[in-house]
């Protein structure tokens, strides 16, 4: 506006020297557009300020906005503070994504009389109502008519003149590495650029992690000087500890550039992995408090970050994640604790998951007392890291070292003697499931652990005392083998009662990883199946995830969990009883029964209902994570039930994908499973094209792997779609041949779409229902690249004719974009 108004002028100053005639007109015309101006400039300032020219200011009502509305800089708080700061942030998402801060040292506490200014001689300054500089760039160029300060549409503010930029944020980044910022080392100013996290979520200032470029390869560091994760060293296009990190983790272009000024790291968004969004698509590395580097993704149409990449995947593996003298235990939330005889030092900020000043002494002692001191015995843990070793042939003789030593503060026995001096870090609390931790003494003042041994006495002597009053209620109940209704649908069953029902479980159905099933009837005659869960230590987990993932919920084709048992340490789950076994016993097992195609084609669209139903219907997203036959049970007219849940994962609908520890059966795992990715709910469909693999061949997918892949099912499956040869002679050999050839391409097709690799090419289960049942056709898919690498792959089969892409998928009714 203000060019064309400026054109404006010019044009009728022109005409005036030469049209005396229009002087009272063009004289007019000037006052009309000098007050247009005026007026134009004067509610720009009042709104938002495209730049600062030297001599002005930006106060706390002001915002500095990109030209094409991206970002945003201006006063802002962080959480719940009572501070402000100047920040840049992404301007049109609901919650606030902070990329950038000026003063993250020193924050202003009454923003209405601060201002961020650029001075006369070009340096920006931050200024407190006493105009002391509470930050400022320190950069102080020659200023010219030219100088100005602005935001561009990659979130850089930069300070420039016509010809360079003269200071920009990029060079000074915080906890956000955004496309084009640079990670590396600045030859002119000696420094090393590197994003270091937030101390909590409403304290900017640095925390003890950073993420940086070392040479050729990128670390995340403790307190500048332990690195606890590397990326391996840089090969031309990627890094060698983290293959196809381009690719297949995150979208993004990465440049390596050595040159006269330093050498840094930078990247950009990848055009390829979001051809129809890409000028809308927002991508940014980020440090967070935990220490972890992450990687978002925002594409166009969402309002959410996804998550789709970060290291470590498990905040214990972070150094010194819970601080000095601290436990870490993944299982529990919060995960940081202080060991035993040990308190945080400032509680406060453990509520802001600030743990780096980590935990003391409750009770101080004299080391040069040897009665004063005593050694608390902690099992299945991790070692802290670099212990020093005595050459000692038994523990008491190491004991007795690290008792004499004042600087001892922890000792272990491991067919050598270990001593620990100082504080201590990376103790980690190993879960129960089948690891195998150490047996570590951790020092303590000796009346520390005389309180110990009363604490545990008085707390078991509670919990006994609440035991005996509840079974006295119990009992003063009517036996009607449910106490209670939970969450509107599960009961809770007491022991006696299931005991009474499975006589004594000594009827036996099945049996898993996790316990044993036993049959049951309820004294209204219905029919139970009664999972007794071998320990509490080792399945409370599992125990837990199958109440919170069926208590809720029902559906024809996923079991029904009727109710469960929580007494003592006693965990029993109750469910309906499935007259017809597992589908892994119909199928690989001696069984009287074969099943015929029609049965076969009935539970491979069951089962894929009752998958879409978790995946799509649920309050939360809910993914099953172990889809394979012995999961699969049938009821007395062979229709499917889902079952066993207790690996599941839930996610709420505003994810779209969650980092876990691997889980399931192997044979049946998706590829990201291994790679460390977030999991979707492709991977239950990965793990269902596998099973259903299995369902068409009755063999195992896993079969044929050591005889040359002629005979692996899914490699045979695979070449006979691609070839169009006859399909019925890959149908279980019992079967003669008598199937459905329709609905055995549709079933073997879908099968080989399931097992893609990249999850973008699978097809989500409400698809799969759609081919399976005739509503949507699909194109011949292409043979999945693990296949094609495997020994012994069929070159031939490689290089025959198939579509490369998912986008070459032919539908009746629906276009390739809502497939994915």
Same mark, same amino acid.
């Given at each position: 506006?203000?060019?064309?108004?400026?054109?404006?002028?010019?044009?009728?100053?022109?005409?005036?020297?030469?049209?005396?005639?229009?002087?009272?007109?063009?004289?007019?015309?000037?006052?009309?557009?000098?007050?247009?101006?005026?007026?134009?400039?004067?509610?720009?300032?009042?709104?938002?300020?495209?730049?600062?020219?030297?001599?002005?200011?930006?106060?706390?009502?002001?915002?500095?906005?990109?030209?094409?509305?991206?970002?945003?800089?201006?006063?802002?708080?962080?959480?719940?503070?009572?501070?402000?700061?100047? /920040?840049?942030?992404?301007?049109?998402?609901?919650?606030?994504?902070?990329?950038?801060?000026?003063?993250?040292?020193?924050?202003?506490?009454?923003?209405?009389? *601060?201002?961020?200014?650029?001075?006369?001689?070009?340096?920006?300054?931050?200024?407190?109502?006493?105009?002391?500089?509470?930050?400022?760039?320190?950069?102080?160029?020659?200023?010219?008519?030219?100088?100005?300060?602005?935001?561009?549409?990659?979130?850089?503010?930069?300070?420039?003149?016509?010809?360079?930029?003269?200071?920009?944020?990029?060079?000074?980044?915080?906890?956000?590495?955004?496309?084009?910022?640079?990670?590396?080392?600045?030859?002119?100013?000696?420094?090393?650029?590197?994003?270091?996290?937030?101390?909590?979520?409403?304290?900017?200032?640095?925390?003890?992690?950073?993420?940086?470029?070392?040479?050729?390869?990128?670390?995340?560091?403790?307190?500048?000087?332990?690195?606890?994760?590397?990326?391996?060293?840089?090969?031309?296009?990627?890094?060698?500890?983290?293959?196809?990190?381009?690719?297949?983790?995150?979208?993004?272009?990465?440049?390596?550039?050595?040159?006269?000024?330093?050498?840094?790291?930078?990247?950009?968004?990848?055009?390829?992995?979001?051809?129809?969004?890409?000028?809308?698509?927002?991508?940014?590395?980020?440090?967070?408090?935990?220490?972890?580097?992450?990687?978002?993704?925002?594409?166009?149409?969402?309002?959410?970050?996804?998550?789709?990449?970060?290291?470590?995947?498990?905040?214990?593996?972070?150094?010194?994640?819970? %601080?000095?003298?601290?436990?870490?235990?993944?299982?529990?939330?919060?995960?940081?604790?202080?060991?035993?005889?040990?308190?945080?030092?400032?509680?406060?900020?453990?509520?802001?998951?600030?743990?780096?000043?980590?935990?003391?002494?409750?009770?101080?002692?004299?080391?040069?007392?040897?009665?004063?001191?005593?050694?608390?015995?902690?099992?299945?843990?991790?070692?802290?890291?670099?212990?020093?070793?005595?050459?000692?042939?038994?523990?008491?003789?190491?004991?007795?070292?690290?008792?004499?030593?004042?600087?001892?503060?922890?000792?272990?026995?491991? *067919?050598?003697?270990?001593?620990?001096?100082?504080?201590?870090?990376?103790?980690?609390?190993?879960?129960?499931?089948?690891?195998?931790?150490?047996?570590?003494?951790?020092?303590?003042?000796?009346?520390?652990?005389?309180?110990?041994?009363?604490?545990?006495? %008085?707390?078991?002597?509670?919990?006994?005392?609440?035991?005996?009053?509840?079974?006295?209620?119990?009992?003063?109940?009517?036996?009607?083998?449910?106490?209670?209704?939970?969450?509107?649908?599960?009961?809770?069953?007491?022991?006696?009662?299931?005991?009474?029902?499975?006589?004594?479980?000594?009827?036996?159905?099945?049996? /898993?990883?996790?316990?044993?099933?036993?049959?049951?009837?309820?004294?209204?005659?219905?029919?139970?199946?009664?999972?007794?869960?071998?320990?509490?230590? =080792?399945?409370?987990?599992?125990?837990?995830?199958?109440?919170?993932?069926?208590?809720?919920?029902?559906?024809?084709?996923?079991?029904?969990?009727?109710?469960?048992?929580?007494?003592?340490?006693?965990?029993?789950?109750?469910?309906?009883?499935?007259?017809?076994?597992?589908?892994?016993?119909?199928?690989?097992?001696? =069984?009287?029964?074969?099943?015929?195609?029609?049965?076969?084609?009935?539970?491979?669209?069951?089962?894929?209902?009752?998958?879409?139903?978790?995946?799509?219907?649920?309050?939360?997203?809910?993914?099953?994570?172990?889809?394979?036959?012995?999961?699969?049970?049938?009821?007395?007219?062979?229709?499917?039930?889902?079952?066993?849940?207790?690996?599941?994962?839930?996610? /709420?609908?505003?994810?779209?994908?969650?980092?876990?520890?691997?889980?399931?059966?192997?044979?049946?795992?998706?590829?990201?499973?291994?790679? /460390?990715?977030?999991?979707?709910?492709?991977?239950?469909?990965?793990?269902?094209?596998?099973?259903?693999?299995?369902?068409?061949?009755?063999?195992?997918?896993?079969?044929?792997?050591?005889?040359?892949?002629?005979?692996?099912?899914?490699?045979?499956?695979?070449?006979?779609?691609?070839?169009?040869?006859?399909?019925?002679?890959?149908?279980?050999?019992?079967?003669?041949?008598?199937?459905?050839?329709?609905?055995?391409?549709?079933?073997?097709?879908?099968?080989?779409?399931?097992?893609?690799?990249?999850?973008?090419?699978?097809?989500?289960?409400?698809?799969?229902?759609?081919?399976?049942?005739?509503?949507?056709?699909?194109?011949?898919?292409?043979?999945?690249?693990?296949?094609?690498?495997?020994?012994?792959?069929?070159?031939?089969?490689?290089?025959?004719?198939?579509?490369?892409?998912?986008?070459?998928?032919?539908?009746?009714?629906?276009?390739?974009?809502?497939?994915?």
């Amino acid at each position: 506006m203000f060019g064309s108004i400026t054109h404006q002028v010019r044009h009728l100053i022109n005409t005036s020297n030469t049209l005396n005639t229009m002087k009272t007109s063009i004289r007019n015309h000037l006052i009309s557009l000098s007050v247009l101006l005026l007026l134009s400039y004067t509610a720009c300032t009042l709104k938002a300020v495209e730049i600062l020219l030297p001599g002005q200011s930006l106060n706390a009502d002001q915002k500095i906005t990109s030209p094409g509305g991206i970002f945003e800089l201006g006063f802002f708080t962080p959480g719940n503070s009572q501070h402000y700061y100047i /920040g840049i942030w992404y301007k049109n998402l609901p919650q606030q994504t902070v990329v950038w801060v000026a003063n993250r040292h020193q924050p202003i506490i009454d923003p209405t009389s *601060s201002s961020l200014v650029l001075l006369e001689n070009g340096n920006l300054t931050l200024n407190s109502p006493s105009t002391v500089a509470i930050w400022s760039a320190n950069s102080t160029p020659q200023a010219t008519n030219s100088t100005i300060a602005m935001l561009l549409d990659n979130g850089n503010f930069v300070i420039r003149d016509a010809s360079s930029v003269l200071w920009q944020s990029f060079d000074h980044p915080t906890d956000t590495w955004l496309p084009g910022a640079r990670l590396g080392f600045n030859k002119l100013t000696k420094k090393i650029q590197s994003v270091t996290p937030w101390r909590n979520p409403q304290y900017p200032a640095p925390g003890p992690f950073s993420f940086e470029l070392e040479q050729s390869r990128l670390r995340l560091l403790w307190n500048s000087s332990e690195t606890y994760w590397t990326s391996g060293d840089w090969t031309g296009k990627t890094f060698s500890h983290i293959q196809n990190i381009e690719e297949k983790y995150v979208p993004s272009i990465f440049s390596f550039v050595v040159n006269e000024t330093g050498s840094y790291l930078t990247y950009a968004v990848r055009a390829s992995a979001y051809p129809d969004t890409f000028e809308h698509t927002f991508i940014r590395y980020m440090i967070e408090t935990t220490g972890q580097i992450k990687f978002f993704v925002l594409e166009k149409g969402t309002l959410q970050w996804n998550l789709l990449w970060m290291q470590p995947t498990k905040q214990c593996d972070v150094y010194a994640s819970c %601080g000095a003298f601290s436990i870490c235990n993944p299982l529990n939330l919060p995960r940081c604790g202080c060991l035993k005889g040990f308190r945080p030092k400032f509680p406060k900020d453990w509520e802001l998951e600030d743990h780096s000043n980590g935990c003391g002494r409750k009770t101080s002692f004299h080391c040069s007392d040897e009665g004063n001191s005593a050694f608390l015995v902690m099992k299945n843990v991790t070692y802290p890291k670099s212990p020093d070793s005595l050459a000692v042939d038994n523990i008491g003789k190491c004991r007795l070292a690290c008792l004499r030593n004042c600087s001892c503060t922890a000792f272990a026995y491991d *067919s050598q003697c270990l001593i620990w001096g100082g504080d201590l870090f990376n103790v980690t609390q190993l879960s129960s499931e089948g690891m195998i931790g150490k047996v570590w003494y951790l020092r303590v003042a000796a009346s520390e652990k005389r309180m110990t041994t009363w604490i545990v006495v %008085g707390v078991l002597a509670g919990i006994f005392t609440l035991f005996s009053i509840a079974l006295v209620v119990v009992r003063r109940r009517k036996s009607t083998g449910a106490l209670e209704s939970f969450e509107q649908s599960l009961v809770l069953f007491n022991y006696r009662d299931l005991r009474k029902a499975t006589e004594n479980f000594s009827e036996k159905i099945g049996e /898993g990883a996790f316990g044993s099933v036993f049959k049951g009837i309820l004294r209204d005659s219905t029919p139970i199946a009664v999972k007794q869960l071998k320990s509490l230590w =080792h399945v409370e987990k599992q125990f837990q995830a199958e109440v919170r993932t069926l208590g809720t919920i029902q559906h024809i084709n996923l079991l029904r969990l009727r109710g469960f048992c929580a007494e003592y340490t006693r965990r029993l789950l109750v469910y309906d009883y499935v007259a017809n076994g597992s589908l892994q016993s119909v199928l690989f097992q001696k =069984h009287p029964l074969i099943l015929d195609w029609k049965a076969r084609y009935h539970i491979a669209i069951g089962i894929a209902r009752g998958l879409a139903y978790l995946h799509e219907d649920c309050r939360d997203c809910i993914i099953h994570c172990d889809i394979k036959p012995e999961n699969i049970l049938l009821d007395e007219e062979y229709s499917p039930k889902v079952a066993d849940f207790g690996l599941a994962k839930l996610i /709420g609908r505003h994810h779209s994908r969650v980092l876990t520890t691997v889980r399931g059966t192997v044979g049946y795992l998706a590829p990201e499973w291994f790679t /460390g990715e977030a999991i979707t709910p492709k991977a239950d469909v990965f793990s269902y094209g596998k099973l259903l693999f299995e369902v068409i061949s009755g063999r195992r997918n896993t079969e044929g792997l050591d005889d040359g892949l002629e005979n692996y099912i899914p490699n045979r499956i695979a070449n006979v779609v691609t070839r169009g040869q006859d399909v019925l002679t890959l149908v279980d050999y019992r079967l003669e041949g008598n199937a459905d050839k329709d609905e055995l391409i549709r079933a073997c097709k879908v099968a080989c779409w399931c097992i893609q690799d990249e999850e973008k090419d699978r097809p989500t289960m409400r698809r799969v229902v759609q081919i399976l049942e005739g509503a949507l056709d699909v194109g011949i898919p292409p043979i999945p690249q693990f296949l094609q690498f495997l020994p012994g792959s069929s070159m031939e089969a490689i290089n025959c004719q198939q579509p490369t892409s998912s986008s070459e998928i032919i539908f009746l009714s629906s276009s390739a974009d809502e497939w994915l």
